[in-house]
């Protein structure tokens, strides 16, 4: 089945700094990359996604990357703010079916 | 739209006893929701597919007698932890995805077990 790695697992920047995090997958038949951001005791909640026909995609501070001959995907946070402290999880999906999802990436942001 | 509500938020309940617990999909049809686990700091980790009108995909290591789910309807799966125990504790979370409409998942707002 899929495997996915997240790195790092833990990230810590200053307020206005970028953050990437970034994530490999095995099966080379995903195509679709969700990133979900995760606050302590909340549901995780979709930030942004890219298919696999698309390379990049970015939403105002954040911007995700795929590609797809190396299986992998990342996920770009410029001028960082505090609220910006949580964690995220990247996934990975065929078609319509079950995502798997990496390990978790802590990101913290120092005022 | 796309809201997910997980019911209760919370509960603890003795060694032994059963626990059920509620997934819905408040303003979309959701022919395919999933349950996961989650450990404090870990990630989702996948228990089961829950489709409707259908028996529900579990993944191998859980046990489909000890955590029996049902979808008997497009806006509503639930999950019941059976002769629960404290090892049973953790975050369970459901999330649906929208029939036909692609592969975005929207979560639930979770649920905090805790088995004495």
């Known amino acids: 089945g899929e495997n996915v790695e997240q790195h790092p697992s833990t990230l810590s920047v200053q307020e206005g700094d970028s953050a990437v995090i970034k994530c490999t997958y095995s099966?080379?038949?995903?195509?679709?990359f969700p990133w979900y951001k995760q606050e302590l005791g909340k549901r995780p909640q979709l930030i942004i996604d890219i298919r696999s026909n698309v390379g990049e995609k970015k939403d105002q501070r954040i911007a995700v990357t795929l590609n797809k001959t190396a299986k992998h995907f990342s996920l770009h946070i410029t001028e960082t703010q505090p609220e910006d402290s949580a964690v995220y999880f990247c996934a990975a999906s065929k078609g319509a079916g079950k995502s798997t999802f990496g390990d978790g990436t802590t990101l913290t942001v120092k005022p | 739209g796309a809201v997910v509500s997980q019911h209760p938020s919370w509960v603890i309940c003795k060694s032994g006893t059963s626990v059920k617990i509620e997934c819905r999909s408040l303003?979309?049809?959701?022919?395919?929701m999933f349950w996961y686990r989650q450990f404090p700091k870990q990630s989702l980790m996948l228990m089961a597919t829950s489709n409707e009108g259908s028996k529900a995909t579990y993944e191998q290591g859980v046990e489909k007698d000890k955590f029996l789910i049902n979808h008997a309807s497009l806006t509503l799966s639930t999950l019941t932890v059976t002769s629960a125990h404290p090892e049973d504790s953790s975050f369970y979370i459901c999330s649906a995805r929208i029939g036909g409409a692609g592969d975005t998942q929207y979560f639930g707002p979770g649920t905090r077990l805790t088995v004495l």
């Open positions: 099966d080379s038949a995903s195509n679709y």
């Open positions: 303003d979309f049809q959701a022919t395919t």
